[in-house]
């Protein structure tokens, strides 16, 4: 299931083009805090607005995501597929 609920690729197109982007149904709040924040700044409308790859990746989601991949990996689990997830 796609984390947005827009009813056609239309209305989707037009809640992009005006920077309309809710992440406050139940599939969202059921992501972290960081992973909202991430997935809103890297929907800004404005380019120039937009963080660059490299910052982007220094976002707080990505290194605890890192840091869960790493306590994994120390206990023998290795990394699951789970852990990537945005949770």
Known sequence: ???FNWRSTLQMK???????????DRVW???S???RELVSVLLTHD????????????HEWFR???V??????????????R?????
């Open 64 to 66: 605890g995501q890192a």
């Open 14 to 24: 037009e809640q992009f083009a005006a920077a309309r982007l809710r992440l406050d």
């Open 29 to 31: 709040l059921a992501r």
């Open 68 to 81: 869960a991949m790493i306590q994994a990996a120390i206990h023998g689990g290795g990394v699951r597929r």
């Open 47 to 58: 380019p120039a607005d937009r963080p660059s790859a490299g910052e982007a990746l220094r």
């Open 83 to 87: 852990q990537m997830s945005l949770s």
């Open 1 to 3: 299931r796609l984390p």
């Open 33 to 35: 805090q960081h992973a």
